[in-house]
């Protein structure tokens, strides 16, 4: 193996990492019965927010909360017009998409050029010595471990806990839920706002540590891809942090087979990543019955208490 | 449903207002537009214009009001905007990213009493101009100053689309640099995109990863030389001055620089003696500056940097001089000879030493 395959390897993690936070966040949200278009905007929220307090305070830990709240922030106007208003939550989430691009525009105008130095690595001595695995497991920065924990907890929460079988409830059947004295709407307001944290936590990853910068549009389109993801992952966390490496991986290998010389169409070989992830969509989806039973029946409607 | 509907209207309808940014006040002056292609805030190629466009604005005050579009894609969507800007009373509109050619060009046909001018395209009309820079001449340079600085002779470059601009910036660096180190090998990498910064980061890892020590690029994020600077190894900027994001990493950086052509060309417009043309700038019109040299450059390697750059615009030295071959080995310059034009305008092969194949 050349020495190219582990530092391949490593960039797979941080391509991947961003779309983890974003795709799970949203598997959260669209469980609970509501579909938030935005997370494109709440990224690209979060990672000017993560950026700012960066630059401003010199802390990463201030840093990445402000990320997380920056997300939920903008998660919260959507919740409010979408879940108080009633308003229609695709029209609603493609606004906040756009919303989120201008304002964090906005916000970044006087951050255009500054630097930031990155993420601390958490080395472990001798054990992130070890070659090939010891790069792999360890020294990576806490948001790349932050996010296989979420992944775990969120699988965790959704399925084994109290507290997930409310969020399955409210998406599945709401006025079921409701006639059983929950309030629909005060959870799915709280899922929202996981959502735009960890939307939010995508975008702090990009602007931290992905590339410590900032430039408008920084997020190119990565929330749409985490959309997908969340499809792809038939509202499963841990299948759309599988998806998210998946996509990442073929979107790094291509990039490097390019540096090797193989004689493949680049176009063709950019398109892949979103090929791969038509075909498994396709592949898990052609059994229509299962589709439906893991998408949320409820999913994108709005619950109006008096009917 | 109805009510979907109109959401959904005045959110488009809402996307165009602000998209557009076009004021509507009935003031006298002559309005000038501008489109582009990623935001103003890339620090790159459509940061460049937009600082022309403000230049533009300091030379005239009262006389011009500007406005402009950013983050606009090519295709379909770039004939509306132009369209836009054309029906809302802009007199000169320029169009600053190659895959809006033909749409300028349909625009142009709609609107003959409005000026057009296509930034890198080569259909012009009556009322629309080409004008393009020689960034060749900037390649050359910084080709040599990489060739020199290489110590694992291979230059990596973090490509966008394979367009004649971006294979003759390609081959000008690998002239270059051969030039000056008969070792120096040249590794690319497509990433079908102008600008996502992730993305050009990661084909600068890469590069990195398979033993690039100079990263060149061709796209419009600081990305790749932030890469470049945490990976301690070179790298040159692309279209203005990017040290911020590497000091230590940035060679130089190839800068664009339209302020005097946005300035002369609102002049001519104004004045009315603004004409269909194709202007192809370099160093000597002002279009093409180098930024400073790093200071770990030897100081023999800037003279040489320097030499070449005078030689330039002297018109004594042209970085396409023959013979250079293609890769088959056919000669496309023959020997005392240098590239002309139409040869460099239409390119679209890699020179002989460059090992890779070109995509289709």
Not at chain 1, 23 to 51: D, R, T
Not at chain 1, 53 to 69: E, H, P
Not at chain 1, 139 to 166: A, C, P, Q
Not at chain 2, 297 to 305: K, L
Request: include cysteine; charged fraction near 15%; hydrophobic fraction near 50%.
């Amino acid at each position: 193996m050349g020495d190219w395959l582990v530092p391949a390897l490593l960039t797979i993690i941080t391509a991947s990492t961003p779309l983890v936070f974003a795709a799970v966040g949203e598997v959260v949200v669209e469980k609970s019965g509501v579909l938030n278009l935005g997370i494109e905007g709440m990224m690209i929220v979060g990672a000017i927010s993560a950026f700012a307090v960066g630059v401003t305070t010199g802390s990463a830990t201030l840093a990445i909360f402000a990320g997380a709240i920056g997300g939920a922030a903008v998660a919260f106007i959507f919740g409010f017009l979408t879940l108080n208003l009633l308003a229609n939550q695709v029209a609603a989430g493609l606004a906040l998409t756009i919303f989120g691009l201008g304002f964090s525009a906005l916000l970044g105008h006087g951050f255009v050029g500054k630097t930031f130095p990155g993420l601390p690595k958490l080395e472990i001595p001798i054990i992130s010595e070890i070659p090939f695995i010891g790069p792999l497991l360890f020294g990576h920065d806490i948001l790349v471990y932050g996010s296989v924990i979420i992944v775990i907890s969120t699988t965790y929460m959704l399925n084994k806990t109290r507290v997930g079988l409310l969020i399955r409830a409210v998406g599945e059947n709401h006025d079921a839920a409701h006639s059983i004295g929950y309030s629909v709407n005060k959870i799915r307001m709280a899922c929202v706002l996981f959502g735009g944290a960890m939307a939010g936590l995508g975008g702090a990853y990009l602007s931290l540590a992905y590339t410590p910068l900032w430039v408008e549009g920084m997020t190119s389109g990565r929330g749409w891809i985490a959309l997908a993801l969340v499809v792809f992952a038939s509202w499963k966390a841990w299948r759309a942090f599988l998806g998210a490496y998946l996509f990442g991986g073929i979107t790094i290998i291509q990039l490097h087979a390019q540096g090797f010389g193989v004689e493949i169409a680049p176009e063709f070989l950019s398109m892949l990543p979103y090929l791969a992830t038509i075909v498994v969509l396709v592949l898990i989806s052609r059994d229509s019955s299962r589709a439906k039973l893991n998408a949320p029946a409820c999913l994108g409607r709005s619950f109006h208490e008096a009917g | 449903m109805i009510s979907k509907k109109i959401i959904l209207g005045a959110l488009l309808s809402a996307v165009m207002a602000v998209g557009a940014t076009v004021g509507q006040a009935a003031d006298k002056r002559t309005k000038v537009g501008f489109v582009y292609v990623g935001p103003i805030g890339d620090h790159g190629w459509s940061y460049q214009h937009n600082v022309g466009r403000l230049a533009v604005n300091n030379a005239f005050g009262d006389k011009v009001k500007t406005t402009y579009v950013e983050s606009v894609p090519e295709g379909a969507d770039a004939a509306r905007v132009i369209t836009k800007l054309a029906r809302s009373g802009h007199k000169l509109i320029f169009t600053t990213s190659f895959g809006y050619m033909n749409p300028t060009l349909k625009v142009a046909k709609r609107f003959p009493k409005v000026k057009f001018e296509h930034a890198t395209g080569f259909k012009r009309s009556k009322n629309l101009a080409t004008y393009s820079a020689r960034f060749y001449e900037g390649r050359h340079v910084a080709g040599l100053i990489a060739g020199k600085m290489t110590k694992s002779n291979v230059i990596g470059y973090v490509a966008s689309f394979p367009i004649p601009e971006v294979i003759r910036g390609i081959n000008a660096t690998f002239l270059a640099a051969r030039s000056v180190n008969p070792k120096v090998k040249i590794k690319i990498i497509w990433v079908s995109t102008w600008f996502d910064p992730g993305k050009e980061a990661d084909a600068a890892k890469a590069l990195i990863a398979q033993g690039a020590d100079v990263i060149m690029q061709h796209t419009d994020s600081p990305a790749p030389l932030q890469q470049a600077q945490k990976n301690k190894v070179w790298a040159v900027g692309q279209a203005s001055n990017m040290a911020a994001f590497g000091p230590k990493a940035q060679l130089t950086a190839i800068i664009d620089d339209w302020n005097a052509y946005y300035i002369q060309r609102t002049k001519a417009m104004l004045d009315g003696t603004w004409k269909s043309q194709d202007v192809w700038g370099g160093f000597k019109s002002g279009m093409v500056k180098m930024a400073p040299y790093n200071k770990a450059i030897p100081a023999n390697v800037v003279a040489m940097a320097e030499k070449a750059k005078e030689g330039i615009f002297n018109g004594t030295v042209h970085p396409f001089t023959g013979p250079i071959k293609d890769q088959k080995g056919k000669i496309r310059v023959p020997a005392g000879k240098t590239a002309d034009d139409g040869m460099l305008a239409g390119m679209n092969f890699y020179v002989e030493g460059i090992d890779a194949t070109m995509p289709k």
